[in-house]
Nanobody, 121 residues
Framework: QVQLVESGGGLVQPGGSLRLSCAASGSNFASRAMGWYRQASGKPRELVAIIRNDGRTDYATSVNGRFIISRDNAKNTLYLQMNSLKPEDTAVYFC???????????????WGQGTQVTVSS
C-alpha cells in the first residue's frame, strides 16, 4: 500500500497559479498510474488529471490547457501545476495512486488526505 501526502494548497486570486505536490512512500511508484482528483463543497469527487507510468497524460475538459500533471520518479513525487485559476477551481485536491483498467479508464485505489485550494479575490 502506498502512502500519499499532498502539499501546496492555499488561497490564490483568480488568474493566479499554484503548484501541488504529492509525496509517495513505498515501492513501485514509477510503475503506478497516478492521478489528481478534486471535490468542491457539496459536489461529487471529480477526476482532474492522470499520468500513466509511461508519462502519457489526460485531463478533464474543465482544466485542459490550464493544468499540467507531472511526476518525478527519482523523488517519488507527483505534481499538479495549476495556472489561470478560476473561482470554480476551488476544492479539496486529492492525490491518488491507481490503475488503468481494460477500458482505458483510470481508477484510484490509494488516496492522500487532500489539500485545500481556494481561488478568490
Amino acid at each position: 500500500q502506498v502512502q500519499l501526502v499532498e502539499s501546496g494548497g492555499g488561497l490564490v486570486q483568480p488568474g493566479g497559479s499554484l503548484r501541488l505536490s504529492c509525496a509517495a512512500s513505498g515501492s513501485n511508484f514509477a510503475s503506478r498510474a497516478m492521478g489528481w482528483y478534486r471535490q468542491a463543497s457539496g459536489k461529487p469527487r471529480e477526476l482532474v488529471a492522470i499520468i500513466r507510468n509511461d508519462g502519457r497524460t489526460d485531463y478533464a475538459t474543465s482544466v485542459n490547457g490550464r493544468f499540467i500533471i507531472s511526476r518525478d520518479n527519482a523523488k517519488n513525487t507527483l505534481y499538479l501545476q495549476m495556472n489561470s485559476l478560476k473561482p470554480e477551481d476551488t476544492a479539496v485536491y486529492f492525490c491518488s495512486a491507481g490503475e488503468i483498467g481494460n477500458s482505458g479508464a483510470y481508477r484510484g485505489s490509494s488516496w492522500g488526505q487532500g489539500t485545500q485550494v481556494t481561488v478568490s479575490s
